[in-house]
């Protein structure tokens, strides 16, 4: 594997550790979504760190960051901003919004009504928002994280196929783990003095300039094997035939299985990919993804477990 990926995968683990504790799946699948240049939707209910290791993964890779939250009347001009009359030049100039940046944060996303997240495709799939006829090119880093609260409905717009489809893994963060003692170690670090909300007098030590962009493309020359590719595929056209869904995996979300399997082989130290990458990958990228038939639903089928059997009917490359 290419230095500067180990380099920046060790260092941000280890200074992701200072500040969250545990989370181990969730904080990997963040660095993953930007080694490979996605976007993440982030599911997890209030209080478990999932902003904080946003603001922090930014800090540590030197990126701008802004926050967005979320609300019933939230309009499209509060996120990508607005074409303002310059009164002495009689000329209208953009006031950019929050979406002018490196790393942006989407905290509820289901809490904004649909014609604002309608605001939000472009950004995510082009990288550039378009205001009065006028295209503007967003930052080549920018990272959009959606958060969203699993257990709130009442006042929430469920989020349509074709947005989801664009967010590249969901990420779910739980409760801290009792046996390994997580919530103490979280309740002593406060003790001794943490704050989530100084996070900037902690000192962490960020990256150098261009070391994601470097680590993106190194990430992106992981090999995959042609019988790799055929796997990959296989996977994705069988969930579109499984009994329990009515809709499957897109050819946007075989990508992403692809690039998130390279991300995984890149954890691990190497270059190119292994079945049990794809494996690894498949839950995270599928599970927003796939949308199972009202009988699934009723029977509390759920997308991991159909994701799971549809791994263990593929035939695996040898």
């Not at 979300?253 to 130290?269: P, R, S």
Request: charged residues 25%; proline residues 7%; aromatic residues 6%.
């Amino acid at each position: 594997m290419s230095t500067i990926v180990t380099e920046v995968i060790a260092h941000v683990r280890g200074e992701l550790a200072r500040t969250v504790v545990g989370q181990r799946e969730p904080l990997d699948l963040l660095l993953v979504t930007m080694l490979c240049g996605g976007h993440a939707l982030i599911e997890g209910v209030p209080g478990l760190a999932k902003t904080l290791a946003v603001r922090t993964v930014a800090r540590l890779l030197r990126l701008d960051f802004h926050r967005v939250q979320c609300t019933s009347d939230l309009m499209p001009a509060d996120i990508v901003g607005a074409s303002v009359l310059n009164m002495s030049s009689g000329q209208f100039t953009l006031r950019p919004g929050p979406i002018f940046t490196d790393l942006l944060l989407v905290d509820e996303i289901n809490r904004m009504p649909p014609r604002t997240q309608s605001a939000l495709l472009e950004a995510m799939e082009e990288r550039q928002v378009t205001l009065d006829g006028t295209t503007h090119a967003l930052s080549p880093s920018f990272t959009a994280f959606a958060t969203q609260n699993p257990v709130e409905f009442e006042g929430t717009y469920p989020l349509p196929e074709a947005e989801l489809d664009r967010f590249l893994v969901m990420i779910r963060f739980g409760y801290p783990d009792a046996a390994a003692r997580e919530e103490e170690a979280i309740l002593q670090r406060y003790q001794d003095g943490f704050d989530a909300r100084e996070l900037e007098r902690v000192e962490l030590v960020p990256l150098p300039d261009g070391a994601l962009a470097e680590a993106r493309r190194a990430v992106a020359a992981v090999r995959v094997e042609p019988a790799l590719l055929t796997y990959i595929a296989n996977i994705a056209r069988r969930t579109r035939d499984w009994a329990a869904v009515s809709l499957g995996a897109s050819p946007r979300a075989t990508i992403g299985l692809m690039q998130v399997a390279k991300a995984m082989a890149a954890l691990d130290d190497r270059d190119f990919v292994l079945p049990d990458d794809v494996k690894r990958a498949a839950v995270p990228v599928f599970r927003h993804r796939l949308v199972l038939k009202p009988e699934a639903d009723l029977e509390g089928v759920t997308p991991e477990q159909v994701t799971q059997q549809v791994l263990a009917s593929v035939e695996v490359p040898a």
